[in-house]
């Protein structure tokens, strides 16, 4: 990460940790101006950080006239983070140091229909098998976490009435991945992960929607760099009711969410219908590129609908930019039926300034934002 990709500071021990660890600070000095926080707390909360074995300090820093500081560098054996960012038929799993950069990231298959006791616990194999052949000797693992494609109580961690996810209703997810490891967990919904992932890749944009368009449809609320997860349900527009001319019956049992219209589950519904097979939303953005015509027009009305619903929460929220990301996004109809819709219904004020764009963090960002969130939880 470079210096401008970065959340705004707020002074907790994990921003401390960050700004060292991302090379933006390398003194006690540096960390109070950046933070704001007095002198007197930085060389506390920095001297707690070093007792943790979390920071080293070294040789002259550089110097800024008069006394050399001593550098403050992320220890070497500072530890390790697991993280995975659940899908409905795969996960992507990784390890990032404690400056959040990945030291390995895997995609492998896995069912979550085979229910959360086995998802769960094929999760922490997994980042048991990537420390047996990714971690260098004696660096400790220092927290675990997971996006969940679905509703998660932030007070509990478990996960509330996911749609497509059978027997999950209720799940306490942390406790379950916390029975494997006596380490901080982190249970969040995948796109409030993704969101906090994007974050760090829009400087100046400190208050941004990230739309994930996948197999599902959801959405991560950043306001003024700070994830706005209200009681767990904040950005979920999958379920707000789109017109229509027919009835659709969505997963969760109302008729005509947008989830039952726009989101790749739906589409590929309807290709089945159509007799163009599809498995995955991937395929629906080759069929898009191949010019297959009936793929192309569905995700152009998938994306009409989503910015529909997009204009009522730009004209409320009035973010600095919409960030699409998701297994859909790449297929170009979608973000520009988005911007259309955004572009045409929405006030001029509250577009004037506002940036439309593909995530720039990639298939990754989820696994970022985890990583973000997760060393607050072990240093914060
Ligand atoms: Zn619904």
Redesign the pocket.
């Given at each position: 990460m470079s210096g401008k990709e970065r959340l705004p500071v707020r002074g907790t021990q994990g921003d401390l940790l960050r700004l060292i660890a991302t090379g933006q600070a390398e003194s006690r000095a540096e960390l109070a101006r950046l933070s704001g926080l007095a002198a007197s707390s930085v060389s506390l909360r920095v001297e707690e950080l070093i007792g943790a074995g979390l920071l080293v300090e070294e040789g002259p820093g550089a110097s800024r006239g008069g006394r050399r500081p001593r550098r403050l560098r992320l220890s070497p054996g500072a530890g390790l983070l697991a993280v995975a960012d659940l899908g409905a038929q795969h996960a992507r799993l990784g390890l990032l140091d404690l400056s959040g950069a990945p030291l390995v990231v895997e995609e492998r298959p896995c069912d979550i229909s085979l229910g959360p006791e086995a998802t769960i616990d094929w999760i922490a194999a997994a980042f048991d098998d990537l420390m047996g052949r990714h971690a260098p000797p004696g660096v400790p693992l220092r927290g675990v976490g997971t996006g969940i494609p679905g509703p998660v109580d932030p007070a509990t961690g478990r996960v509330v009435a996911p749609?497509r996810m059978p027997g999950w209703n209720g799940f306490p997810v942390a406790e379950r991945l916390g029975g494997h490891f006596d380490l901080p967990v982190l249970v969040e919904n995948d796109a409030n992960l993704m969101a906090v992932g994007e974050a760090r890749s829009w400087p100046g944009r400190d208050t941004l929607m990230a739309v994930k368009a996948g197999s599902g449809i959801g959405c991560g609320v950043i306001v003024n760099g700070t994830l706005h997860r209200g009681r767990g349900a904040a950005g979920d527009i999958?379920?707000v009711r789109v017109s229509s001319d027919s009835s659709t019956a969505?997963?969760?049992g109302?008729l005509d969410?947008l989830?039952?219209y726009a989101s790749g589950a739906a589409l590929r519904q309807v290709l089945r219908e159509q007799g163009i097979p599809v498995e995955r939303p991937a395929d629906i953005v080759a069929l898009v590129e191949d010019g297959v015509p009936e793929a192309t027009a569905l995700v152009r009305n998938a994306g009409r609908l989503i910015g529909d619903v997009l204009t009522v929460l730009v004209n409320f929220l009035n973010p600095d930019a919409i960030v699409v990301g998701g297994g859909l996004s790449s297929a170009e109809p979608l973000i520009s039926a988005i911007r259309a819709a955004v572009y045409e219904r929405c006030l001029p004020l509250a577009t004037r300034d506002l940036e439309i764009g593909h995530s720039r963090s990639g298939p990754d960002a989820a696994l970022l934002g985890a990583g973000s969130l997760l060393l607050d939880a072990v240093v914060g």
């Amino acid at each position: 990460m470079s210096g401008k990709e970065r959340l705004p500071v707020r002074g907790t021990q994990g921003d401390l940790l960050r700004l060292i660890a991302t090379g933006q600070a390398e003194s006690r000095a540096e960390l109070a101006r950046l933070s704001g926080l007095a002198a007197s707390s930085v060389s506390l909360r920095v001297e707690e950080l070093i007792g943790a074995g979390l920071l080293v300090e070294e040789g002259p820093g550089a110097s800024r006239g008069g006394r050399r500081p001593r550098r403050l560098r992320l220890s070497p054996g500072a530890g390790l983070l697991a993280v995975a960012d659940l899908g409905a038929q795969h996960a992507r799993l990784g390890l990032l140091d404690l400056s959040g950069a990945p030291l390995v990231v895997e995609e492998r298959p896995c069912d979550i229909s085979l229910g959360p006791e086995a998802t769960i616990d094929w999760i922490a194999a997994a980042f048991d098998d990537l420390m047996g052949r990714h971690a260098p000797p004696g660096v400790p693992l220092r927290g675990v976490g997971t996006g969940i494609p679905g509703p998660v109580d932030p007070a509990t961690g478990r996960v509330v009435a996911p749609s497509r996810m059978p027997g999950w209703n209720g799940f306490p997810v942390a406790e379950r991945l916390g029975g494997h490891f006596d380490l901080p967990v982190l249970v969040e919904n995948d796109a409030n992960l993704m969101a906090v992932g994007e974050a760090r890749s829009w400087p100046g944009r400190d208050t941004l929607m990230a739309v994930k368009a996948g197999s599902g449809i959801g959405c991560g609320v950043i306001v003024n760099g700070t994830l706005h997860r209200g009681r767990g349900a904040a950005g979920d527009i999958s379920h707000v009711r789109v017109s229509s001319d027919s009835s659709t019956a969505c997963s969760c049992g109302h008729l005509d969410c947008l989830e039952a219209y726009a989101s790749g589950a739906a589409l590929r519904q309807v290709l089945r219908e159509q007799g163009i097979p599809v498995e995955r939303p991937a395929d629906i953005v080759a069929l898009v590129e191949d010019g297959v015509p009936e793929a192309t027009a569905l995700v152009r009305n998938a994306g009409r609908l989503i910015g529909d619903v997009l204009t009522v929460l730009v004209n409320f929220l009035n973010p600095d930019a919409i960030v699409v990301g998701g297994g859909l996004s790449s297929a170009e109809p979608l973000i520009s039926a988005i911007r259309a819709a955004v572009y045409e219904r929405c006030l001029p004020l509250a577009t004037r300034d506002l940036e439309i764009g593909h995530s720039r963090s990639g298939p990754d960002a989820a696994l970022l934002g985890a990583g973000s969130l997760l060393l607050d939880a072990v240093v914060g």
